[in-house]
Nanobody
């Protein structure tokens, strides 16, 4: 099993930046896809950024050019750099990974979320 813990959320003014971090710990895991989702009050959870092994990252149209997903340490740290933030970016942000536990069992895991609030 894996544990995902997000950090780096908070309150920021419109136009500012935040970098979210996701610490991945637990079993040996081979990541195939790492992603960030967000859920605003009263709305469905939506995909913000996703990076599949061997492919270029993909972004929601609403964040294209402003957000960047990256990772280090064999995907044990996953980041979301958020620049030029807008009030509509306010949401709880979730880290998500898919891959193989122990190189065998395909699974997916979620973090608990971190709140991002952008004031206008």
């Amino acid at each position: 099993q894996l544990q995902l813990v997000e950090s780096g959320g908070g309150l920021v003014q419109a136009g500012g930046s935040l970098r979210l971090s996701c610490t991945v710990s637990g079993s040996t895991f081979s990541t195939t896809t790492k992603s960030w989702y967000r859920q605003a009050p009263g709305k469905q959870r939506e995909l913000v950024a996703s990076a599949r092994r061997g492919e270029s990252a993909k972004y929601a149209d609403s964040v294209q050019g402003r957000f960047t997903i990256s990772s280090t340490n064999f995907d044990r740290m996953i980041y979301l750099q958020m620049d030029s933030l807008k009030s509509e970016d306010t949401a709880v942000y979730y880290c998500h990974v898919q891959g193989y536990v122990g190189g065998i069992r395909y699974s997916e895991f979620w973090g608990q979320g971190t709140q991002v609030t952008v004031s206008s």
